[in-house]
């Protein structure tokens, strides 16, 4: 099948480098290993700590129910959590959208995950110590655990998406929003929003903020896999806000090519959700477009506006 | 301007790396590849005498420079005799003495030889020679011959050559049939003669004493041949047959008449040689001709540590090409294994098992692992004592492949306990979090991934050729350096995002 549809298996290097495809050893060679100073990674790597940072710098993010930190602490989880009926539980230092669990309900003594599925009090007590032993976290240290506000999703992606919190994710170099993208979960990810893990990437064009391509799995798709729902061409609500988030988180942990992961809730409108300072390459499938072009734009500047506003600005001549 | 620095010291590693090999390679004459095989000759002298109950001494001249050979060890083999060792011009002596013999004597010299082509001359100078006063009639034969070969020759050598075919040539006139004449058929008289007759023209010559070595034989005799100084160098010549240069089987022995051998306070003596041909490995040849030849790389050669060392060292030098190995198939490939460097460990402990038996027993305790691994997860324990849990499942499976194998004869599973059991039970947790996390598909494809790699890297790290470069170059490390140098460079595509990006490309069409 996939045979069929994408008849060539491998295309040369130069099909690559004429699109403007960032590879993974140039982003890190680079990108990351040149614009990001490691001394700034535990601003992103922790997020207990980006989330502080946020709320310090006027940055909208979930709001923060509670933290554990050792496990003696597991015993105070039910109380902590009260009767709240939606939350999330994810470890401060987590990769990749790994050791995030989202429960979206309660039944009696049940809790329902993002996914359906209902589980009690002791999974997630096992969940969280598991999180505290450093399971999640790069090199296995010992973590930390965040509970926090479960997003509710905007009722704009609630015919498109299946299940779960989508999120967008834009990367930002020097403070300039080069490309962004909206993460889509599929049945197939679990309510997760990673591109890896099965969920849908949909490319957004900086400028106007509607969606254009879509992709699933390395391919390229204009339907939701779930709901069959036409992704392309999409506006995506609040999209100026969300470009000034982008921008500001930027501007806050100083890192040069970041990635900012931002959530739409009902009610809160743009969330911040998470940085990272190694964002994936996925975002040139979205896009159908490479990124070594607008960084390699980006960088010919000396000196970049200082106003928020003004770098959006050029992002967007960037755009057309 | 990264790129250049890390070109620089990349060429410059590389440069050194190299450099160094081939100066062992080319100047030490160490072999390029492992199993090189070359005729070693036993040749021992064996001096007999029957002691007269006082002290006796014993005197034996010993090969001291041979071109054309190296030797690669030496024996006085003398059970209760004090031994020394002068040097003298161009001879060696070895003299042995013992406070009271009696009986029989028996003394051995032992050299054990390889063909060389290092560069080993005489060096000694001789003063010109007096003329002599020949006797008449021989003066004036010697004179006219003398005369007749001046007129055709240019320097010492061409004319020592040209004397020498007058000598003997197969019509000789009367001049040469009188001082042949002088002369029976004795080759050493014959040389002396001739070394005789070029005093006349001051030319300084003398006789080299030295051993034919072609075959294994117990009866060899030193055979002599001319030599004459050019004030340069010392050439050789066939007394007869006029060739010049040492015969290719020609073990020079000593130099000038001094007596071969003497002896104080013995009787009956008897001087024997014998030859004996063997095989050796070139790179034990090479390592005691460069300890010989005192050079600063052979004594920091790794040869020289005790064979127990050596073999650890000789998997020590392999795990770079491994990590080699793996940053290739990171940086340029793509490929995702379980822990950046695990499957070189498994490469390692393939060496044990042998690569299918490692296979099996990879495939077999991971998978049994992550079964028990996933019924763990259900009982939801800390991590810690978890990954202990699944190192002691390991160990006990480890224990249950090897007793059950064993019971079928198959003994190469005993060989199994320096199977890595941290690193399986590492492999273990990890793959059922990317399992859980990441899917089946993912965590069985980074599993294969990992095996594939391992296999890749017991293959690379058990090469005979390679493991004897390394082992033998250990400066190739700079090489090796110098490649992940350039190779943490590279920012172009890894081959897996050729087919990753794919979509975008197709898009076009």
Not at chain 2, 110 to 119: H, P, Y
Not at chain 2, 345 to 372: C, D, H, K, N, P
Not at chain 2, 411 to 438: D, K, Q, Y
Request: net charge positive; aromatic share 10%; hydrophobic share 45%.
């Amino acid at each position: 099948m996939g045979l069929l549809k994408w008849p060539r298996w491998w295309v040369m290097p130069r099909k690559l480098r004429e699109k403007g495809i960032l590879g993974m050893n140039k982003r890190n060679a680079d990108y990351i290993m040149r614009y990001n100073p490691r001394r700034l990674y535990p601003l992103v790597d922790n997020k207990l700590i980006t989330k502080q940072l946020a709320l310090k710098n006027g940055i909208a993010v979930p709001a923060l129910y509670g933290v554990i930190e050792i496990q003696h602490q597991i015993r105070d989880l039910e109380k902590m959590l009260k009767d709240r009926q939606q939350f999330v539980i994810k470890p401060a230092h987590g990769s990749g959208g790994n050791g995030i669990l989202v429960v979206s309900g309660r039944f009696n003594k049940g809790y329902q995950k993002a996914g359906g599925e209902l589980i009690n009090i002791d999974a997630i007590e096992h969940h969280v110590s598991n999180i505290l032993s450093g399971m999640y976290s790069l090199g296995g240290l010992p973590d930390m655990a965040i509970i926090e506000y479960c997003v509710q999703f905007d009722p704009f992606f609630e015919h498109i998406i299946y299940r779960g919190v989508p999120d967008i994710r834009i990367i930002v170099f020097r403070g300039v929003p080069v490309s962004a993208m909206i993460r889509l979960p599929t049945r197939e990810s679990d309510g997760k929003a990673n591109l890896h893990q099965g969920a849908m990437g949909i490319g957004i064009d900086i400028a106007s903020g509607v969606s254009c391509s879509g992709v699933h799995h390395n391919r390229i798709e204009d339907k939701h896999p779930d709901t069959g729902y036409a992704v392309t061409s999409i506006e995506i609500p609040h999209w100026q806000q969300i470009l000034h988030t982008a921008v500001k988180c930027a501007d806050t942990v100083g890192l040069g090519y970041l990635g900012v992961d931002i959530v739409m809730d009902r009610e809160l409108g743009p969330l911040m959700l998470e940085l990272n300072a190694r964002p994936g390459l996925n975002i040139q499938l979205a896009n159908q477009l490479g990124l070594l072009k607008k960084l390699q734009q980006v960088e010919a500047i000396g000196e970049l506006p200082k106003s928020v506003d003004e770098r959006i600005a050029f992002a967007v001549k960037l755009e057309k | 301007m990264n790129k250049g620095i890390v070109r620089f010291w990349a060429v410059l590693l590389i440069a050194l790396g190299l450099g160094i090999a081939f100066y062992k390679i080319y100047y030490l004459g160490l072999p390029a590849t492992p199993q090189q095989s070359t005729e070693v000759w036993t040749v021992q002298a064996r001096l007999v005498f029957e002691g007269e109950g006082k002290p006796a001494k014993a005197a034996l001249h010993v090969p001291d420079v041979t071109p054309g050979f190296l030797k690669l060890d030496e024996d006085f083999i003398s059970s209760h005799f004090g031994l020394a060792i002068d040097k003298t011009d161009g001879n060696r002596r070895a003299e042995w003495s013992v406070r009271r013999a009696k009986g029989d004597q028996t003394l051995y010299y032992r050299v054990i030889l390889a063909r060389s082509d290092m560069d080993q001359t005489w060096t000694s100078v001789p003063r010109y020679p007096k003329k002599p006063e020949y006797q008449e009639p021989f003066a004036s034969a010697i004179k006219a011959t003398l005369d007749d070969v001046r007129s055709e020759s240019a320097d010492i050598g061409s004319y020592t050559r040209e004397l020498l075919i007058q000598l003997n040539s197969a019509q000789p006139n009367e001049n040469v049939q009188l001082i042949r004449g002088q002369v029976g058929t004795d080759n050493a008289a014959w040389v002396r003669e001739i070394v005789e007759i070029l005093k006349g023209v001051r030319i300084p010559g003398r006789i080299l004493w030295g051993l034919n070595i072609t075959d294994a034989s117990n009866r060899a005799t030193l055979e002599p041949l001319l030599q004459v100084h050019n004030g340069k160098q010392w050439l050789t010549f066939h007394p007869v047959t006029a060739a010049q240069g040492l015969p290719k089987n020609f073990l020079a022995w000593r130099v000038g008449d001094v007596p071969l051998y003497e002896l104080e306070g013995g009787k009956n003596a008897k001087l024997e040689f014998s030859v004996t041909k063997t095989y050796e490995e070139m790179i034990d040849i090479a390592r005691k001709g460069a300890k010989q030849m005192n050079s600063f790389f052979a004594d920091f050669s790794l040869l020289s540590l005790p064979v127990q060392n050596q073999n650890v060292y000789r998997l020590l030098l392999m795990v770079p090409l491994g990590a080699l190995i793996i940053v290739f198939l990171r940086t340029f490939v793509g490929l995702k294994t379980f822990g950046t460097f695990m499957p070189v460990l498994i490469s390692l402990a393939f060496r044990e098992t042998q690569l299918y038996w490692g296979m099996f027993l990879f495939v077999a305790i991971v998978s049994l692992g992550l079964i028990l691994r996933f019924y763990l997860e259900r009982l939801m324990l800390l991590l810690v004592p978890r990954l202990a849990s699944i190192l002691v499942i390991v160990v006990i499976l480890m224990l249950l492949i090897s007793l059950v194998s064993t019971k079928f004869g198959y003994e190469r599973v005993l060989s199994i306990t320096l199977f890595p059991m941290v690193i399986l039970a590492m492999t273990i947790e990890r793959m059922s979090i990317t399992w859980e996390e990441n899917g089946a598909q993912e965590a069985i494809m980074q599993g294969l991934g990992s095996l594939a790699v391992a296999c890749l890297g017991y293959l690379v790290m058990t090469n005979e050729n390679l493991m004897y470069l390394m082992f033998v170059f250990p400066e190739l490390l700079f090489v090796v350096l110098a490649l992940c140098l350039l190779m943490g460079r590279y920012t172009g595509y890894r081959l897996s995002e050729l087919r990753r990006f794919r979509a975008i490309v197709a898009e076009d069409k």
